[in-house]
């Protein structure tokens, strides 16, 4: 038992939900990242704004840092308590409070479970786009802190795009709410997109007010086999340059294709070097016709085979195999890197070719795959054991001053944290982390709201 746990308990009141047991602390030690384990002094389940209020003011008081989490799916380390203190969770917050299809909103909680929201929504007619593929496990507390992506982010754009309004809580305590309920809104500073993509550093996210858009009535989705993973992206822009937009564009490259065909419900055949996954939606037959298109673009680009899904059944098993990638990478090879730089599209055979050739000079294995339309390509390091990845940290520095030399960012997607912090000075520069600096003062000026992440 700790006394910052009781005295938690004492500022709490009755009901509350403090953890200071070591084995039910033990979820709250790790995320997805493969970074470490950390351990918390203690993790509180916030059940409402007052205890996250009153887990800040306990924070200010006893001087301890406050890291808040979501579903813990994160891919940088940003929900890990490095220099211990209270995890505060939001997963009990987790009720989806209106949808309005009237207005195209929804009113959430942030421990609400992605997938939850979706299938809610898709009930009433309506879409909500943002779609990573951690989509069963994650929550929109997470994702509006990384400002998460999916496949249909080429299309539809990332989480930023639907969050209108926040109510969040600042490390001084203060409940503020931003932005708006309607669809258009400019009034002052843009403190809403601030918030989303800040990895928990400066507030946090009790509820949000997300657009909805009407749900698509037509899906179809194709699957291309390649010679080479140069040959599939070479297909992506020409895609493009025939006048598409997909609402997704996947890719896979042979080493992916080999680690995900044993656990995937769709088997990739021997010889095939490259694979894109690429689906239209609409309302009307030209969502059909597009997909022809766009097969008929893969053949001129050299594809072997080009298959369009059926069924719902088929368009489902294409997805779970993309969806499997990473989770049958991490099972096969433990101690890899999985990094997620974007760069412009025009560039990706480019990142890709230069992805081969830094694990080639440094005799590290390599597998990319990811959301080629959109230049999100995911480059992970094969390493064999603990020993290798930490012997490695010369590819992974190549691989992310390379997409930066190209024109790209380090991450895409899954944010800075603590894996990239290191390199954030390369693509922002000494005036933009210091303004940042200042910003993250003017919101924390005690540096106890997850202290360390992303600017260091
Ligand atoms: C198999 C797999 C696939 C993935 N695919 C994708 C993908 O396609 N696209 C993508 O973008 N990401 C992907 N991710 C990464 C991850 O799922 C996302 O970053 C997700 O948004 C994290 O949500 P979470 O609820 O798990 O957040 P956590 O990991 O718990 O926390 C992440 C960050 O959010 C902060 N945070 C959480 N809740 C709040 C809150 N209420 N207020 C303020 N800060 C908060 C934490 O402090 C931390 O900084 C994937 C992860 C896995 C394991």
Redesign the pocket.
């Known amino acids: 038992m700790s006394e910052l746990a009781d005295f938690l308990r004492s500022r709490l009141g009755v009901g509350a939900h403090v953890i200071d047991d070591s084995d039910a602390l033990a979820p709250y030690a790790h995320?997805?990242s493969g970074i470490g384990r950390f351990v918390p002094t203690c993790a509180v389940q916030a059940r409402h704004a007052e205890d996250v209020q009153a887990v800040l003011a306990v924070s200010r008081e006893r001087r301890v840092p406050v890291?808040?989490?979501?579903?813990?799916?994160?891919?940088a380390g940003?929900?890990l308590a490095e220099q211990g203190g209270i995890v505060l969770s939001?997963e009990r917050m987790n009720r989806i409070l209106e949808i309005s299809p009237e207005d195209g909103v929804a009113v959430v909680e942030?421990g609400v479970i992605l997938k939850t929201l979706m299938d809610a929504v898709e009930a009433r007619g309506l879409f909500y786009p943002p779609d990573?593929?951690?989509l069963n496990?994650?929550?929109i507390?997470?994702?509006i802190?990384?400002n998460?992506?999916?496949p249909r982010a080429l299309k539809y754009g990332v989480t930023a795009d639907y969050v209108l309004g926040l109510k969040a809580v600042l490390p001084s305590g203060e409940l503020i709410r931003t932005g708006h309920r309607s669809i258009k809104g400019v009034a002052g500073l843009d403190l809403t997109h601030l918030i989303v993509g800040s990895?928990?550093t400066l507030?946090?996210?009790v509820e949000a007010t997300l657009q909805l858009l009407p749900l698509p009535r037509r899906v179809e989705t194709g699957l291309a086999l390649f010679p080479s993973e140069a040959h599939a992206a070479q297909a992506v822009l020409n895609i493009f340059a025939d006048g598409h937009l997909p609402r997704a564009c996947e890719l896979f490259d042979a080493a992916s294709m080999r680690l995900v065909t044993p656990k995937a419900p769709f088997k990739f055949p021997e010889g095939v070097g490259g694979a894109l996954l690429f689906e239209f939606d609409g309302n009307g037959d030209q969502v059909a016709d597009e997909l022809v298109r766009a097969g008929e673009l893969c053949t001129a680009a050299g594809a072997l085979t080009v298959l369009a899904a059926q069924s719902d059944a088929q368009r489902r098993q294409m997805w779970e195999t993309r969806r499997l990638v990473?989770?049958a990478m991490m099972e096969a090879k433990p101690h890899k890197i999985s990094e997620d730089v974007a760069v412009p599209r025009g560039k990706l055979v480019e990142m890709i070719a230069e992805a081969r050739r830094i694990g080639e000079r440094h005799g590290i294995a390599t597998a990319s795959y990811g959301h080629a339309g959109d230049g999100n390509l995911h480059v992970n390091l094969l390493f064999n054991s603990a020993a290798e990845r930490a012997a490695g940290q010369a590819a992974i520095d190549e691989v992310l001053r390379a997409a930066l030399a190209l024109g790209g960012t380090i991450t895409g997607?899954?944010?800075v944290?603590i894996a990239k912090r290191a390199f954030l000075p390369l693509e922002l520069g000494a005036e933009v982390m210091a303004l940042q600096r200042r910003l993250k003062a003017a919101f924390d000026p005690e540096n106890l709201l997850?202290p360390g992440?992303v600017l260091g």
């Open positions: 995320d997805e890291i808040p989490r979501g579903a813990g799916t994160g891919k940003a929900a939001l942030p990573p593929n951690s496990a994650c929550s507390g997470g994702n802190a990384h998460a992506g999916g990895e928990g507030a946090i996210v990473s989770v997607e899954h944010g944290g997850n992440k």
